[in-house]
């Protein structure tokens, strides 16, 4: 893998629309992103129709309406969220990275704040995620 450099605008084109894909990292910063804001759809939109999301051994979602519907039941239940992406390694073809983050969210039904870091790996295909599997541990 290579080090993710100054972002190239991406000459990919998702099959669901005429416009530029994102490159990787940006496309991953969305997500956060729209995780965090609490977008179920706007995250989902980033993955395709059959991807499969997974957080072994706690999730493992296939498709982006499973994907969408995990991410509204997140935000329904939480508040306070961030994703930080710290670090970066996409292959130079751009269809796989691996992204060291930390993710951090206040639960709404008792107040509890959570911090996690993790690494996830992450397959595109069409500019969009077709894979994410993500391995992370709780700090507090």
Do not use: K
């Not at 995780?35 to 997974?54: I, K, N, P, R, V």
């Not at 690494?119 to 700090?139: H, K, P």
């Amino acid at each position: 893998l290579a080090r993710n450099t100054p972002r190239q605008p991406s000459v990919m084109r998702s099959s669901m629309c005429a416009r530029p894909a994102m490159a990787p990292e940006e496309t991953l910063r969305a997500f956060g992103e729209r995780l965090a804001s609490g977008d179920a759809d706007g995250a989902a939109a980033l993955f395709s129709e059959d991807a499969t999301y997974a957080e072994p051994p706690a999730y493992s979602f296939v498709g982006r309406a499973a994907i969408r519907g995990f991410v509204r039941d997140f935000a329904a239940r939480h508040h306070d969220a961030s994703f930080t992406i710290s670090r970066m390694l996409t292959r130079p073809d751009g269809q796989e990275a691996a992204a060291a983050w930390r993710f951090a969210y206040t639960r709404d039904a008792d107040g509890l704040h959570r911090v996690y870091e993790g690494m996830s790996f992450v397959t595109f295909r069409d500019g969009l995620i077709a894979a994410w599997r993500g391995y992370s541990a709780l700090l507090t």
